[in-house]
């Protein structure tokens, strides 16, 4: 599977980007897709997870009413909303596929270790 990650940027505070992420290589039907993001000196966190098949998406508290994650199949691109940004969502933005499994679940969807293939980071700075 190959992840390009496209969008990112600088914006004000309170202001909107989009990070798109699109695959190619698929071999299952369904895939978990997740969004990481890493500041300086801090470890990548978990930001938001969907199935490529449709779920109930999974965002980290941080992000709960300000982002939305999406897929559009047909163009095999995942998408993230990022609204109303705030200086602490400043960081290198990831996207990661795994195959769905028992590991696409509330319990693992934030855990680096379960995304076996990664996009190319961009970044993303709020001032």
């Known amino acids: 599977v190959q992840l390009v990650k496209s969008g990112g940027g600088s914006v004000l505070a309170g202001g909107s980007l989009t990070l798109s992420c699109a695959g190619s290589?698929?071999?299952?039907?369904?895939?978990?897709m997740g969004w990481f993001r890493q500041a300086p000196g801090k470890e990548r966190e978990g930001v938001a997870n969907?199935?490529?098949?449709?779920?109930?998406?999974y965002l980290a508290d941080s992000v709960k009413g300000r982002f939305t994650i999406s897929t559009d199949n047909a163009k095999n691109t995942l998408y993230l909303q990022m609204n109303n940004l705030k200086p602490e969502d400043t960081g290198r933005y990831y996207c990661?596929?795994?195959?769905?499994?028992?590991?696409?679940?509330?319990?693992?969807?934030?855990?680096?270790?379960?995304?076996?293939?990664w996009g190319q980071g961009t970044q993303v700075t709020v001032s």
């Open positions: 969907v199935l490529t098949c449709g779920s109930t998406p």
């Open positions: 290589g698929y071999i299952y039907r369904s895939y978990c």
């Open positions: 990661g596929a795994r195959p769905e499994d028992e590991y696409c679940s509330a319990a693992y969807w934030h855990e680096t270790w379960i995304y076996g293939h």
